[in-house]
């Protein structure tokens, strides 16, 4: 499908630059995509025709509730960029995050919405980090409790030792 359909040719640069470090997606006002690039199809499973003509909703992990996607519409449609940390899920049912930067662009004419611009970064293997590490940090509580619980338990007489 030719880009040339929807882009001017600044515009299809602009997306093309973009298009080499981050991952894609371009809706139309109503959240329909109408660009996907490859770094979005490599990322979702989806292939480039599963995904145009779709909103982002294909991609829903159920992770987030309603209301932090009912927060993104509302800041979008009133001309405002947003931001989050989403997680989505692949074709295959796999889970995968994406730092996330929405950014609505206007029509000069009409100064409606007349693209919607999804820049996203994978950030699946920093939110590994951080789940590990948030896992670690609960497994040495775990062991300076049982630490503490073993020694009162091995050393009962202790206090009695010292009052003597």
Do not use: C
């Amino acid at each position: 499908m030719s880009n040339n359909v929807f882009f001017n040719s600044t515009e299809q640069a602009l997306i093309n630059a973009l298009s080499e470090a981050a991952i894609i997606g371009i809706t139309d006002k109503s959240g329909i995509l109408i660009y996907v690039n490859k770094k979005f199809v490599d990322i979702s499973g989806f292939k480039r025709d599963e995904l145009i003509g779709k909103n982002h909703r294909i991609l829903n992990s159920g992770f987030h509730p309603a209301s932090f996607f009912e927060k993104m519409y509302k800041t979008i449609y009133s001309g405002e960029s947003w931001s989050a940390e989403i997680r989505n899920k692949t074709k295959d049912g796999e889970f995968y995050w994406v730092d996330s930067k929405i950014i609505p662009i206007m029509d000069e004419k009409t100064n409606d919405i007349k693209y919607i611009v999804s820049i996203r970064f994978d950030i699946t293997e920093k939110k590994k980090t951080e789940n590990a590490l948030i896992h670690l940090e609960k497994l040495a509580t775990i062991g300076e409790l049982e630490a503490a619980v073993a020694h009162e338990v091995n050393n009962p007489l202790q206090i009695i030792d010292l009052e003597l």
